[in-house]
């Protein structure tokens, strides 16, 4: 049986954004500014920005932003 312990990593890895990923942020957080009544699904938002970013990216972004605290007022 194997037990989890046994190996050394963590699952989750926190690194810093690359350049790619701010971009996806920056462009989502105009988004919103330009669009502060919708309400979007994340999957929503990677299909409409896939032209420009991979899904996993815009998810990333997605995430900074509401850990960065977006729409708080």
Do not use: C
Request: charged content about 35%; hydrophobic content about 35%.
């Amino acid at each position: 049986m194997v037990d989890w312990d046994d190996f050394d990593f963590e699952l989750e890895s926190q690194r810093e954004p690359d350049q790619y990923q701010l971009s996806a942020r920056e462009e989502l957080a105009d988004f919103f500014e330009t669009n502060k009544n919708g309400v979007f699904f994340g999957n929503q938002l990677a299909i409409r920005h896939e032209d420009k970013f991979f899904h996993w990216i815009t998810s990333r972004a997605l995430s900074d932003l509401i850990d960065r605290g977006l729409g708080e007022d």
